[in-house]
């Protein structure tokens, strides 16, 4: 914890780094959950982590003495992960909070970031390379306090999901470069997101245009995910909060997901041959045949699909934070 001087003198930054070994959080399969210091549901991994910490958190804030202007809380991956429940326990102490994330895991169910995004009214700051797998975990339901216009989305490193999008070495394609470019502003990390070109558009159509070199592409997951949202928005407001919150290049929830797309499937021709396209998109995302997938989709199928799409992207972000803590 540091005090900002000059201009901004009555300002604190909290900075919270990952554990020193890899994080368990990746490799269990069944997720824990608790509750986190503003009553939402969170992740019981971080929230773990987060209340080892907490007596030594509260002997910073006693050298602080009186509430500051701000404090700013700040992390990189499970660091950003620790410093959103930082800035949830803050503002629940009465401190005016603001949050900076890096490639940071998501943290709570949608109650706890739509809770955090309220309270913080504008104050959220969440940075994603586009092909970091880290922040695209864990799955549905947690997902990202800060989806709009508090996301500073980059790309640099190519176009493929890739370990190195997550490092912070100046020598690597992930964060270090884009966020220490001299006289670059919060708006020039924001870049455009490859979408589906018109409404009449089929995914299809959509992966011709990006061409060959589909295997681990970013801009295919990002395609897949805009076309379950698409789909699954058109059965009910229901399906559309289950999909929005969480589909930046990452696989939601496999049972949940696998019937909101055979119910899809079931609704219309047309939402079939959508429902058919989608697995096709994965299968050509995870470098597989897509001659396989026929007439009849089942939920076996789009649960076998969706679930082995998981998988590569656990794999991936797994990979990434070993690096990270070699």
Request: hydrophobic residues 45%; contains cysteine.
């Amino acid at each position: 914890m540091a005090k900002q001087t000059a201009g901004a003198a009555n300002e604190y930054v909290l900075v919270t780094r990952g554990t020193d070994i890899v994080p368990d959080w990746l490799t269990d399969a069944d997720v824990g959950i608790a509750i986190g210091p503003n009553h939402k549901v969170v992740h019981k991994g971080f929230h773990d982590t987060f209340k080892s910490y907490l007596t030594q958190l509260d002997v910073l804030l006693r050298q602080v003495g009186p509430p500051p202007a701000i404090i700013h809380c700040v992390g990189h991956s499970l660091g950003g992960a620790l410093a959103n429940l930082n800035a949830a326990l803050l503002h629940e102490k009465g401190y005016t909070v603001a949050l900076y994330t890096l490639g940071a895991p998501r943290v709570g169910h949608y109650p706890f970031a739509a809770d955090l995004e309220t309270k913080l009214r504008g104050r959220i700051y969440r940075v994603a390379n586009r092909f970091d797998p880290v922040a695209m975990v864990p799955v549905f339901p947690f997902c990202h306090a800060g989806v709009q216009d508090d996301t500073y989305v980059t790309h640099a490193g190519g176009s493929l999901i890739n370990v190195d999008a997550h490092s912070t070495d100046p020598s690597k394609p992930g964060y270090a470069v884009p966020m220490n470019h001299p006289g670059k502003s919060w708006a020039d990390l924001k870049q455009p997101m490859v979408r589906l070109g018109a409404l009449d558009e089929t995914l299809d159509d959509s992966i011709k245009i990006l061409g060959t070199g589909l295997l681990f592409s970013g801009q295919l997951l990002v395609l897949i995910g805009q076309a379950i949202h698409a789909l699954c928005s058109k059965i009910s407001q229901a399906a559309l909060l289950t999909t929005q919150r969480f589909f930046e290049g990452c696989a939601e929830a496999t049972d949940r997901l696998a019937e909101l797309l055979m119910i899809c499937s079931t609704q219309s021709y047309i939402m079939k041959e959508e429902t058919k396209a989608i697995v096709r998109a994965i299968m050509r995302f995870l470098g597989r045949t897509v001659n396989g997938v026929g007439d009849q989709i089942t939920v076996m199928v789009l649960r076998w699909a969706l679930s082995q799409l998981t998988t590569e992207l656990q794999a991936k972000a797994t990979l990434a934070i070993t690096r990270r803590y070699r």
